[in-house]
């Protein structure tokens, strides 16, 4: 795997994403924790809660007999606030240790901080182990930095000027494929756009929906644009410029898609908690 598709696995990015900002929505009292299980089971039908220690064990209750959905509505319940991280190397976020390389490792992490005035945490991961089938894992982080919030203005500035530099990084490759083979793009950026897609509360945001949306879009582009490379003819230097182009967008990708998750997880931790 490339060091770009690296940055773009979506994982259990879909599953973590539901579960935040559905989760934070009916936190807030806008949504009934029937649409935060319906919003999981659209990703998945089925899912499976362990712990990877006994002080994440506690904090979800995984005693009872519910260890699906049900532990996963407990969790977020019980959070004093809700972030979904998107570590990559060289942006840690403030993750360190064993959490970092496991967070690093999917690229993604739901943080639950337990409470206002402690920087303890739990972290919670998700992956596909089946088809349509979900595994999530509660673990304790120990201490989390809580880092601000990124402007979700920027973000959107960003994305629009990262769309027209991956398009133009597509077409260069593209222009210059040299296997005879013709490449049906247009299918292949709607299906990349289809996995891609993170869906999120209707409640969310106008701008939020935005930025997800575009994410999706140009995580498509780079996709396609790595499925090309192989094909190309480039010569090494050329090889080396267009990989080194692709990752600075994949890298802008990732950020964006963060500051606009968390921009909806946010927004509902400002409405009252009922």
Known sequence: ???????LVPGGLPALAALATWGAVWRAGRCAPDDVVDALVDVAPAHRVVAADPDAAAVIDLTAAEVGTGALLRAIRQAARIRLLLPSPGDTL??????????????????????????????????????????WTVRSLGSVIRLPDRDLGEAEFLMRETIRDATAVLAR??????????????????????????DVPPQ????????????????????????????????????????????????????????????????SDRSPRV
């Open 173 to 198: 490759l593209g222009g210059v494929e040299s296997a005879g083979t013709p490449v049906d793009l247009r299918t292949r950026l709607a299906a990349h756009t289809l996995a891609e897609t993170v």
């Open 204 to 267: 969310s945001g106008d701008r939020a929906i935005r930025v997800v949306g575009q994410t999706a879009q140009i995580a498509a582009i780079l996709r396609v644009a790595v499925e090309l490379r192989p094909r190309t003819g480039l010569s090494a230097t050329g090889q080396d410029r267009a990989d080194a182009a692709l990752d600075d967008l994949a890298r802008s990708v990732r950020a964006a898609r963060m500051t606009a998750l968390n921009a909806v997880v946010a927004e």
């Open 1 to 7: 795997m490339s060091e770009t598709t690296e940055h």
């Open 94 to 135: 403030g993750l360190t240790g064993a959490a970092l390389g496991d967070a690093l490792d999917q690229g993604q992490i739901l943080v639950l901080w337990r409470s206002e005035d402690s920087d303890e945490a739990i972290g919670i991961s998700a992956r596909t182990v089946a088809t349509g089938s979900m595994s």
